[in-house]
């Protein structure tokens, strides 16, 4: 396991969501991403989880609606990773992973593009 600091991971995040195209960034509709520590008790193994109705299922009951959420959990990362190289190639996966739910691509279609 590595150690890297709330600060550095959150910058590695952000640099993570910087490098996804401008075409698919411009798309994201009411998304907030976050950074936290752990991830749910009930999966404490979790790398990053989507909670919210991606664009596919969306309808006009939608509106008003609370922003959908991208977390990105930094102990969980950290435990499977040896090097900062590890962790950015892992985050970057992750972010790109969890913005793909936004957009409808489900866990199988992920694991097919190699986003697993």
């Not at 991971?9 to 009411?30: G, K, Q, R, Y």
């Amino acid at each position: 396991m590595i150690d890297i600091n709330e600060e550095r991971f959150f910058t590695l995040v952000e640099s993570a969501f910087a490098e996804i195209p401008d075409e698919l960034t411009n798309l994201l509709d009411n998304v907030a991403l976050f950074v936290e520590d752990d991830a749910p008790a009930y999966d404490p193994g979790l790398l990053g989880l989507y909670v919210g109705t991606p664009l596919t299922e969306r309808d006009t009951s939608y509106a008003g609606a609370m922003p959908d959420r991208i977390m990105i959990y930094r102990r969980p990362t950290l435990r499977i990773c040896h090097s900062e190289d590890d962790v950015v190639r892992e985050v970057a996966i992750t972010v790109a992973h969890e913005i793909a739910h936004h957009f409808g691509i489900d866990d199988d279609r992920l694991h097919e593009l190699g986003y697993a």
